[in-house]
């Protein structure tokens, strides 16, 4: 324990990791430590990443009130959950660039003070007079525009505060805590809306619930967080996290085939993920399942997945499996998929449905802060925040593609009687049926194709023990008290 009341963890010699070679000068001596700050600044971005996630859902589920209330069409009040992922594809390399030039620090302030912004302004504009130039919904997207500058600013951060702050022996339990509390936001607010908005009267009431947290956030991250990353680094990764310029970064990356391999194929799982969430009332409604089952595999859906991120985060950090943890994962999460093309088609089944809904979130939202990580690991000494921010992008861009092809591939039908879909009923037999064709492609090709070194941790290993090809002294051991 030292003066500051800090513990120390893996005391070690480091003889500098940059660029994932040992520094050779002995004279320089560093001792790791973990602070526990550390566990303050991960509850700070939970907090943002959960928050930010009710303010991109608040409206989807409480779509109809909400066009009433705001005067617009349920299109309009599409865009507002549309336009998170409109603004994250063009702002996302800036986002990458922030935390691997500017900090962690920076990073997560301003973005926090958007999402704060974003969730007043949105209460405010609620306020307004809605007879007097129609502003409720201008300002109501302005405000879902400001949350949406926050997300890339918030979502892309877990890897690279798993870097600094944590031990090789946390950072996949830290990097899974920060990363499922996004999925946690997208379950409250599914259940939150419906209970507080039960009628369009009560939408500014809504927006001021979802306004309270994002407040209190924003003010634990200005005042709480202090600096970017701890005094001393917890592990030699930590010490030369971001050596790379970005544009180098960027270089080396487009130069690494596991890498490529990586953020291609899981990129597609991604992809598929958010179609699955998108378009899962649509595809149920066609055999006669009701809106409540459909939020209810959805619930189950993310719970399941938080479960098992949670599992498989521990096991990782003891095991250092990455790729063999993503693979299976990658593997089970598409045999899901392919059932879930497959039962989703037929009546009178919802426990089956349900049972592959909770499957397909079990395995698939497991592998992801694993698969983020992994990308860090095959492509250090590049920054955490630009290896995998630019993975999250591929899932982005991705997710916009395959969502426009399968709702081309649909097809109407003129008679369905046990359809609970409204007046528009659509075929979506083709359209399963290629979206669990492009999951299974991509994860043979990630299965057959994507090997890697361990990088960081390899670098790691060596500073930890040091080197004696020059050198022919004993490794020494420093404990240094702030």
Known sequence: ?????????????????????????????????????????????CLLNCSNATIWLTFAPVAD???????????????????FM???????????WMLDTLG???????????????????????????????????????????????????????????ALW??????????????????????????????????????????????VPACITCLLATVGIRSGKPPTPPSAGAESSGSEP?????????????????????????????????????ILCVKGYSNDFAGLCGALFIVFGIVGAGAVGVYVDKTKKFTEVTKIGLGLSTL???????????PHQKVAVAAVCSLFGFFGFSIYPVAMELSVESSYPVGEATSAGLIFVSGQV??????????????PITESPLSTCGDAVLSWKVSMMVMAGLSSFFTCCFLVFFQTRYRRLEAEEQAAHGTRENNDTTTSYQIVEN
Do not use: H
Not at 65 to 83: C, F, K, P, R, T
């Open 1 to 45: 324990m030292d003066a500051g009341g800090e513990t120390t963890s893996d005391i070690r010699t480091v003889y500098g990791a940059v660029s994932g070679k040992p520094n050779l000068d002995p004279t320089r001596l560093l001792c790791f430590k973990v602070y526990k700050r550390r566990w303050f600044v991960l509850l700070v971005l």
């Open 65 to 83: 009130q909400s066009g009433q209330y705001l005067a617009v069409s349920l299109e309009d009040i599409n865009w507002l959950s549309l336009v």
């Open 86 to 96: 409109v603004v994250a594809i063009p702002l996302s390399f800036g986002t990458t």
């Open 104 to 162: 962690l620090r920076i990073t997560l302030i301003l973005g926090s003070w958007l999402n704060m912004l974003g969730a007043l302004l949105r209460f405010l504009g609620t306020l307004l007079p809605p007879a007097r130039f129609k502003l409720q919904f201008p300002a109501v997207m302005l405000g879902q525009t400001l949350g949406a500058l926050a997300q890339p600013l918030i979502i892309f951060a877990p890897t690279k505060l798993a």
């Open 166 to 211: 944590f031990p090789d022996s946390q950072r996949a339990t830290a990097n899974m805590i920060a990363s499922m509390s996004n999925p946690l936001g997208i379950l409250l607010a599914n259940i939150i809306s419906p209970v507080i908005a039960k009628t369009s009267a009560q939408i500014p009431k809504l927006l001021l619930a979802y306004a």
């Open 246 to 282: 970005f544009i180098q970064g960027l270089k080396l990356l487009l130069r690494n085939k596991a890498y490529l391999i990586l953020l291609l194929c899981f990129g597609c799982g991604i992809a598929v993920f958010t179609c699955f969430s998108t378009l899962l009332d649509q």
């Open 336 to 346: 899901s998929c392919i059932a879930f093309s497959v039962v989703s088609l037929m």
């Open 398 to 411: 991705q997710s916009v593609v395959y969502i426009i092809l399968l709702q081309a591939l649909t097809k």
